[in-house]
C-alpha cells in the first residue's frame, strides 16, 4: 500500500516566518500534488511535480520533488495571514486518477 | 465557468438511515471521483466513475456505493448509517481522470450521523 506521511502535521508561526512542509513516501510516485484546502471548501490545487528533481514556484511558494520521487517539499517563504489553511499532498498510484492523500499540514499564521 | 457543486451542504441523520449525496461537475468533465475526509483518517479515496462505468474504487464497505449518469452528474449512497461514517464527503471532478488530469472539488457536503 502506497502512504504519504506528511510532517508537521500542525505549525503555528507569526508573519514573516519561513516554513517547511514534507510530504514522504517509500513508494515512487509517477507525479505529486500539493492542495490546499480553507474551512467549508474543497481542496484547491496548488501545483504538480512530475520530475524527480523539480522545482516549481509559486509566488512566495516553492515546491520540490525527490530526486527518487519519493517525497515532495512545500518551502513558503515570509509567510502572511492569507497562506493560513490545510496543506495537502497528493499522489496517484499506479498511474491511475485515484488519488492518495497524506494526513494534511494544518497551518496557523498569525499577524 | 461553473466550479463542481454538491447538494446538500450539511445533513443530519440518524443511524441505521441511509443517504445520498449528490454532484455536478464542471461542465466537459466525464470523470467524478468521491473522497471521505474525516479528522482522523484525513482524506480517502472512495470510487471514481468515468462515463457512467466505476472505474476505481477505494477500500469502503459495501454500504458505500455509487452511480453516473449520462450527463456526467453523479451520486453516492450510504445505507444503514453508522456513527463512524460522519465527515465530510468530496467530490471532484475532471476531463478523463487520468492521473495528470487536474482535479477540481467541490465544496463538499458534512454528513453527521448521530
Known amino acids: 500500500t502506497q502512504l504519504l506521511e506528511q510532517s508537521p502535521q500542525f505549525l503555528s508561526i507569526q508573519e514573516g516566518e519561513n516554513l517547511t512542509v514534507y510530504c514522504n513516501s517509500s513508494?515512487?510516485?509517477?507525479?505529486l500534488q500539493w492542495y490546499r484546502q480553507e474551512p467549508g471548501e474543497g481542496p484547491v490545487l496548488l501545483v504538480t511535480?512530475?520530475?524527480?528533481?523539480e522545482v516549481k514556484k509559486l509566488k512566495r511558494l516553492t515546491f520540490q520533488f525527490g530526486d527518487a520521487r519519493k517525497d515532495s517539499s512545500l518551502h513558503i517563504t515570509a509567510a502572511q495571514p492569507g497562506d493560513t489553511g490545510l496543506y495537502l499532498c497528493a499522489g496517484a498510484p499506479g498511474n491511475t486518477g485515484k488519488l492518495i492523500f497524506g494526513q494534511g499540514t494544518t497551518l496557523q499564521v498569525k499577524p | 465557468k461553473a466550479g463542481v457543486t454538491q447538494t446538500p451542504r450539511y445533513l443530519i441523520k440518524t443511524r441505521g438511515q441511509q443517504v445520498t449525496l449528490s454532484c455536478s461537475p464542471i461542465?466537459?468533465?466525464?470523470?467524478v471521483s468521491w473522497y471521505q475526509q474525516t479528522p482522523g483518517q484525513g482524506l480517502q479515496f472512495l470510487f471514481e466513475y468515468f462515463s457512467e462505468t466505476q472505474r476505481n474504487k477505494g477500500n469502503f464497505p459495501g454500504r458505500f456505493s455509487g452511480r453516473q449518469f449520462s450527463n456526467s452528474r453523479s451520486e453516492m449512497n450510504v445505507s444503514t448509517l453508522e456513527l463512524g461514517d460522519s465527515a465530510l464527503y468530496l467530490c471532484?471532478?475532471?476531463?478523463?481522470?487520468?492521473?495528470?488530469?487536474?482535479?477540481?472539488f467541490g465544496p463538499g457536503t458534512r454528513l453527521t450521523v448521530l
Open positions: 471532484a471532478s475532471s476531463f478523463t481522470g487520468g492521473y495528470t488530469d487536474t482535479q477540481y
Open positions: 461542465s466537459g468533465h466525464r470523470s
Open positions: 513508494s515512487v510516485f509517477s507525479s
Open positions: 511535480v512530475v520530475t524527480g528533481g
